[in-house]
């Protein structure tokens, strides 16, 4: 099952299409998580206190874990949040917050380094901008979370920039990105077109 994070608040996103791509190239059943419509908060004194007490009791069945749960449970996932303010939006940040979670998407060995404990191999990481791309804060973040602490060894950028500068078309630039996914057979060795 690939694990769909949507991070699009607008419903013309240039990022959710992209991303769209990206899950039709893969081909596989999906399920999309709308982070806009999920009630995560970011966490407080209470909400980490309660949970450092779950996580020391082992208690992992608590409803405070499904999202790490089911975001270690993934055999694929897809992100998609579009390039705001040179990263992306707070949503996509309280997700993580709330996902990790010691025992469930890591674990730390005996000298305290970090091991990965999902499922997924390939995370995919989608984005837009309307000018040029950075990915340091963005993607950077997610590939270095992705790769050292949950264990997900192949991450990809996808991504289509310089959306409104002045002289570029913005539709011809998003096109030519989404033919670039149908045609990729380096990112998406193994997908199959739905």
């Known amino acids: 099952m690939t694990l769909f994070i949507n991070c699009c608040v607008r419903e013309e ?6 991303a769209n791509a990206v899950l039709k190239k893969l081909g596989n059943e999906y399920t999309e998580l709308k982070l806009y419509e999920k009630s995560l908060k970011p ?29 270690a449970a993934a055999e694929c996932i897809v992100i998609a ?34 091991r990965g404990l999902c499922r997924a191999r390939k995370l ?12 340091t804060y963005s993607y950077g973040y997610i590939e270095s979370l ?13 991504k289509a920039e310089m959306l409104d500068i002045a002289g570029n078309n913005a539709e011809e630039i ?19 077109i739905a």
């Open 146 to 158: 992705a790769k050292s602490f949950f264990g997900i060894p192949e991450v990809y950028l996808v």
């Open 43 to 71: 966490l407080d004194k209470a909400s980490l206190e309660r949970r450092t007490a779950l996580i020391e009791q082992g208690a992992y069945s608590d409803k405070m874990f499904d999202c790490a749960k089911q975001f």
């Open 13 to 18: 996103s240039r990022t959710n299409r992209l």
């Open 124 to 135: 995919y990481y989608v984005t837009t901008a309307g000018g040029p791309y950075d990915p």
């Open 81 to 114: 949040a579009p390039y705001w303010d040179l990263s992306f939006p707070a949503p996509l940040k309280t997700y993580i917050e709330n996902i990790y979670i010691t025992g469930i998407v890591s674990e730390y060995d005996e000298n305290g380094m970090p």
């Open 174 to 192: 998003l096109n030519r990105e989404i033919e670039a996914i149908m045609h990729d057979s380096v990112k998406f060795s193994g997908a199959r």
